[in-house]
């Protein structure tokens, strides 16, 4: 059994800064891709930013230069820096990754409970 568990949503003003985190635990043997979504109210759930293991990154243009995505591979850990937030980023933030939890087990996608972030003055 694979869990992913999330922390670190919040109240933000706008031009705020927060950092998500999220670490996978359980039965793991290899890590594939991490990344974040996000669902606004009465949108579809949406690419934010994902990380190979290798570190190759890819951002949704709404957040480009603002977001950062980052990992650490040996804690199964991901995290998100969120810099000059707006109102339109206000979603709950939901980590995913793809995990192999044994090795003759394929890689199958797990998702976070979801960590609410909301931008407003």
């Known amino acids: 059994q694979v869990q992913l568990v999330e922390s670190g949503g919040g109240l933000v003003q706008p031009g705020g800064s927060l950092t998500l985190s999220c670490a996978a635990s359980g039965s793991i043997y290899r890590v594939y891709h991490m990344g974040w979504y996000r669902q606004a109210p009465g949108k579809e759930r949406s690419l934010v930013a994902t990380i190979t293991s290798g570190g190759r990154t890819n951002y949704a243009d709404s957040v480009k230069g603002r977001f950062t995505i980052s990992r650490d591979n040996a804690k199964n850990r991901v995290s998100l820096q969120l810099n000059s937030l707006k109102p339109e980023d206000t979603a709950v933030y939901y980590c995913?990754?793809?995990?192999?939890?044994?090795?003759?087990?394929?890689?199958?996608?797990?998702w976070g409970q979801g960590t609410q972030v909301t931008v407003s003055s």
């Open positions: 995913n990754a793809v995990i192999q939890s044994s090795y003759d087990d394929i890689g199958n996608n797990y």
